[in-house]
T-cell receptor, first 114, second 116 residues
Framework: TQLLEQSPQFLSIQEGENLTVYCNSS?????LQWYRQEPGEGPVLLVT?????EVKKLKRLTFQFGDARKDSSLHITAAQPGDTGLYLC??????????????FGQGTILTVHP | EPEVTQTPSHQVTQMGQEVILRCVPI?????FYWYRQILGQKVEFLVS????????KSEIFDDQFSVERPDGSNFTLKIRSTKLEDSAMYFC??????????????FGPGTRLTVL
């Protein structure tokens, strides 16, 4: 059973601040996806990281996959109120009997105050 | 832009009643999923569906649950005899592929089910 931990669970910051959220596990993954979920909506895919050590940027968001492919981080620069939401990581596995199901972490609830 | 739609947005039912949650996946997608999110908890996988049959299901998806694709557009989740603990947001998702590595799932806005 994979143990997936996201931290922090809650993050409340002022507009313009930087922040980093983490997704850690004891398992090795073939890839990892980050989703954002806003209140009253379903999760929306932000990025998929595949290679150990990979860094991807999406405007002010920087995603990194750990060298060992067991962890990932999401860094937001100069956060804005529109970044408010629940950030979820979903490690992906290949092989076995997985048919694409997503296993989400608990998520980090980010609130950016104007 | 195509999107997954779900109806109703909110369903209130009495314990023991049957409910059917409806989803219209994106039209050219082949893989369909249901997830649920109990208030304050994480999004949990329920079931995946491909080629008119269940591909995978979780421990949550017991005999009280069933899924169906009755026509070319709808994908439904039925709960036969609802329990209080079934109260949750139910999300439908669809995708074009299931490489398990880089495929994208598109989520609907969810149906909030409240069991009284």
């Amino acid at each position: 059973t994979q143990l997936l931990e996201q931290s922090p669970q809650f993050l409340s910051i002022q507009e313009g601040e930087n922040l980093t959220v983490y997704c850690n596990s004891s398992s090795v993954f073939s890839s990892l996806q980050w989703y954002r979920q806003e209140p009253g909506e379903g999760p929306v895919l932000l990025v998929t990281v595949v290679t150990g050590g990979e860094v991807k940027k999406l405007k002010r968001l920087t995603f990194q996959f750990g060298d060992a492919r067991k962890d990932s981080s999401l860094h937001i620069t100069a956060a804005q109120p529109g970044d408010t939401g629940l950030y979820l990581c979903a490690p992906r596995m290949t092989g076995g009997t997985s048919y694409g199901k997503l296993t989400f972490g608990q998520g980090t609830i980010l609130t950016v105050h104007p | 832009e195509p999107e997954v739609t779900q109806t109703p947005s909110h369903q209130v039912t009495q314990m023991g009643q049957e409910v059917i949650l409806r989803c219209v996946p994106i039209s050219n997608h082949l893989y369909f999923y249901w997830y649920r999110q109990i208030l304050g908890q994480k999004v949990e996988f329920l079931v995946s569906f491909y080629n008119n049959e269940i591909s995978e299901k979780s421990e949550i998806f017991d005999d009280q649950f069933s899924v169906e694709r009755p026509d070319g557009s709808n994908f439904t989740l039925k709960i036969r005899s609802t329990k209080l603990e079934d109260s949750a947001m139910y999300f439908c998702a669809s995708g074009q592929e299931t490489s398990g590595r880089t495929d994208t799932q598109y989520f609907g806005p969810g149906t909030r089910l409240t069991v009284l």
